[in-house]
């Protein structure tokens, strides 16, 4: 009979899949920069891009805490949302409307990072991990200021230039 999984697996586990969509938003970030029209919009992405290098940093450091190597497990849904991003790049290319819906689409990846880095802090404060909890609260508060940006982003230029005829 296979062991009873506990918090502590569920933990790794989604550590791994924080992990996994962290390289994979790494690497979609340098897309969404060179489609951006806005000098604002790529500079967010890149800045964000160097944020994120920090981010899977700190989980390395975190997967070192509980002993284990770092390693990525598949996120369907972080590739179904990049996947919506590179959609969007595709069918509002040279369109008004690709600023407002790459922002849409970035806010999609913080809100899904979001909600993984306030459930891993709850558990690693149940798992007792001081530590960690310490690391992933770093991650949540760039992932969340990023998210103001972008807010700021679009209410400032991108949603009102989406809105006119080109």
Request: a negative charge; glycine letters at 6%; aromatic letters at 6%.
């Amino acid at each position: 009979m296979a062991a009873t999984k506990t918090l502590d697996d569920l933990f790794l586990d989604t550590l791994k899949d924080i992990y996994f969509a962290e390289k994979q938003i790494l690497k979609a970030l340098p897309k969404m920069a060179r489609a951006a029209q806005s000098e604002e919009g790529k500079a967010g992405f890149l800045q964000h891009r160097e944020e994120t290098q920090g981010q899977i940093e700190r989980l390395e450091e975190v997967f070192e805490l509980l002993g284990k190597a770092a390693r990525g497990k598949t996120c369907e849904a972080i590739q179904g949302i990049i996947a919506e991003g590179e959609e969007i790049m595709e069918e509002f290319k040279e369109s008004p409307a690709l600023d407002a819906g790459l922002i849409s689409s970035a806010q999609a990846v913080e809100h899904y990072e979001i909600a993984r880095y306030g459930t891993l802090i709850e558990w690693a404060n149940q798992l007792g991990l001081t530590e960690a909890v310490l690391l992933l609260q770093a991650n949540l508060a760039e992932e969340e200021a990023t998210d103001q940006k972008l807010t700021q982003l679009a209410k400032a230029s991108a949603n009102a230039k989406a809105q006119k005829a080109s």
